[in-house]
Nanobody
Framework: QVQLVESGGGLVQAGESLRLSCVASGRTFSSYVMGWFRQAPGKEREFVASIARNGVMTYYTNSVKGRFTISRDNAKSTVYLQMNSLKAEDTAVYYC??????????????????WGQGTQVTVSS
């Protein structure tokens, strides 16, 4: 099992950018499909983006397409989420997670039993 630690959140104004990081430890990072998820106050956790094991293929929820970019560095066991043109509706706690058997598409509906502490992103309008 892989342990995950998210960081990089903060308070920004609408239109600004943030880059989130998620460092993994434990099993071989490159064997996992990685995903970012978020949970806004009073809402269920939702899928944001996923990336294939080799980093070539990515998949995004429609609301972030063209603004967010997921990437990974397997040598550093880290997955990133570059968030540009942030909007107030992006305010949420952001989490990463990992699955060795998923595809980038099935990460959208994957149910995970455990989550890290997440990182808070707050966008003021």
């Amino acid at each position: 099992q892989v342990q995950l630690v998210e960081s990089g959140g903060g308070l920004v104004q609408a239109g600004e950018s943030l880059r989130l990081s998620c460092v993994a430890s434990g099993r071989t990072f490159s064997s996992y499909v990685m995903g970012w998820f978020r949970q806004a106050p009073g809402k269920e956790r939702e899928f944001v983006a996923s990336i294939a094991r080799n980093g070539v293929m990515t998949y995004y929820t429609n609301s972030v397409k063209g603004r967010f970019t997921i990437s990974r560095d397997n040598a550093k066991s880290t997955v990133y989420l570059q968030m540009n043109s942030l909007k107030a509706e992006d305010t949420a706690v952001y989490y990463c997670n990992a699955d060795p058997d998923a595809t980038i598409a099935t990460m959208r509906t994957r149910k995970f039993d455990s989550w890290g502490q997440g990182t808070q992103v707050t966008v003021s309008s």
